[in-house]
């Protein structure tokens, strides 16, 4: 590939093309009005406006991007994640144009893009999964019958779904008809696919991925997990790898079944495999996600290993240069999304200006972002801003370069995640290892948030109070007294 183009925005879309720059390949990014000032727009080699602000009329004008490919030569794509990733319709467009797709076959795109169809491709592994049924239901009698089956409390989850959205938690039968009249019609509205399934809801779950790479040769392999379980509305804020609670044989037993799930469609490029944990360690197959991930650069701290320079290599035909054998875990590596959100109001977005944006720079210390000081955030995207990551010796090093990371990152104009991170990686639960996807509603209460800002209140207070002391010492207050001037101006 001699050059290609990056359909994306952001930090995804910047951290690609330096990648590609690194390669020696050309560069070309889109964009939409709302950034046409943007770092990713500046870094490329070349850019082209696709349109408007809105997503709808810019990154996700499909057949306006295959015509800016053919426009100016472009041999490869990259999709990066969220917009048109994981569409294989697009996918296969592009394929069509005599384009490389960066990323899987638009055949595994669509096996994977259902959770029902994909596991329908992994049964005969016979990796666990989660008890329920495998089949789309809209019908509430039959809902009734297997939710009794399977026990409650059950999760009502959209076949096509992702971020949340079409997911509904039900109790007791009492609930059932309501949530599930809410996820068919959410699932419709978010996907433009209404079908639903049931599940067992696994309390006090873990939420650990696995990352594979494959070859178009056949060769696949994974490069160890990442654990996602702090979340907030059912999306990820915090990442790490390795999990502190796998054991080497559990390890090697979650990659060997993530494997297992690429196999089963014939996949290749950069992909992760979601899995369910529940308290006992037992370990369920949620779905696969065909794409890179936001997080992805945790297991690229852990192994030293470039995944979009991978993906790239993949795309080109070539073989994978190691083996599993060749892959060993180094350090510990932590991620925080900075989002523009506001943590003490249900982290609703919080739009303005970058007045002050500094990221942090020191030996272990990663920022992927795309943005710089003195830039709005629009409302038009995703609010995050950046991803902070570290890499230390071993996790409590890592926890703590992770704090100083925060504290030496000043934002200002808009509310950030930057707080909760802090008040995450300080918490003793998280510390210890002992936490689950429950950790904002069991912990990250309005109380608590008060009580965790209580020095810091307290310490600005008595700050500001010497400050004035001092002040008041410095600059003394002139006693007026009374003249006679007025006297002597008249004689």
Not at 262 to 274: D, F, I, K, L, M
Request: glycine residues 6%; proline residues 4%; charged residues 25%.
């Amino acid at each position: 590939m001699n050059k290609i183009l990056v359909a994306n925005r952001g930090e995804i879309a910047l951290r690609i093309m330096k990648t590609i720059r690194k390669m020696g390949i050309k560069s070309v990014a889109v964009y939409s009005e709302a950034d046409r000032l943007a770092p990713h727009v500046i870094f490329a080699d070349e850019a082209v406006c696709l349109g408007p602000a809105p997503s709808s009329q810019s990154y996700l004008q499909a057949d306006k991007i295959i015509e800016v490919c053919k426009m100016l030569g472009v041999d490869g794509l990259h999709p990066g994640y969220g917009f048109l990733s994981e569409n294989a319709d697009f996918a296969q467009k592009v394929e069509d144009a005599g384009i490389n797709f960066i990323g899987p076959s638009a055949s595994s795109m669509r096996i994977m893009g259902s959770k029902l169809s994909a596991k329908e491709s992994v049964k005969k592994y016979n990796i666990p999964m989660v008890p329920g049924i495998d089949k789309a239901i809209t019908d509430v009698t039959l809902a009734k019958k297997i939710a009794a089956e399977v026990g409650y409390p059950i999760l009502i989850k959209a076949s096509a779904g992702g971020g949340g959205k079409g997911m509904r938690t039900v109790t007791n039968e009492g609930e059932l008809q309501e949530q599930m009249e809410r996820a068919i019609s959410e699932a419709a509205s978010s996907f433009g696919d209404g079908s639903v399934f049931i599940e067992k809801l696994v309390t006090r779950p873990r939420h650990i991925e696995v990352q594979v790479l494959a070859d178009k040769k056949g060769n696949t392999v994974h490069l160890f997990e990442r654990e996602c379980s702090i979340q907030r509305r059912h999306q990820k804020v915090i990442e790490e790898s390795p999990s502190s609670i796998l054991t080497p044989a559990l390890r090697k037993e979650m990659g060997e079944a993530a494997v297992m799930v690429a196999q089963s469609c014939n996949y290749t490029s950069t992909g992760t495999v979601e899995f369910l944990m529940d308290e006992k360690l037992n370990f369920y197959f949620l779905e696969m996600n065909t794409r890179l991930q936001v997080e992805h650069p945790v297991t690229e701290m852990i192994t030293g290993i470039d995944l979009v320079e991978q993906q790239i290599r993949i795309a080109r035909g070539e073989t994978l240069s190691f083996t599993q054998k060749d892959l060993s875990i180094h350090g510990h590596a932590l991620e925080l999304r900075i989002y523009a959100e506001d943590t003490k109001n249900n982290f609703l977005p919080s739009t303005g200006t970058l007045e002050v944006y500094k990221p942090p720079k020191a030996d272990g210390i990663r920022v992927d972002d795309g943005y710089v000081e003195g830039m709005d955030i629009p409302v038009y995207y995703d609010p995050m801003i950046a991803k902070l990551i570290v890499h230390a010796a071993d996790r409590k090093e890592a926890i703590e370069k992770m704090l100083e990371a925060i504290k030496n990152f000043p934002i200002e104009g808009v509310l950030t995640t930057k707080e909760f991170g802090k008040f995450v990686f300080e918490h003793e639960a998280f510390i210890s290892g002992n936490f689950t996807t429950q950790f904002v509603p069991s912990y990250y209460t309005a109380q608590a948030i008060r009580e965790a800002g209580k020095p810091m209140a307290e310490a600005t207070a008595l700050a500001a109070l010497a400050y004035y002391l001092k002040q008041m010492s410095i600059l003394k207050v002139t006693t007026h007294k009374a003249t006679s001037w007025k006297r002597r101006l008249a004689q």
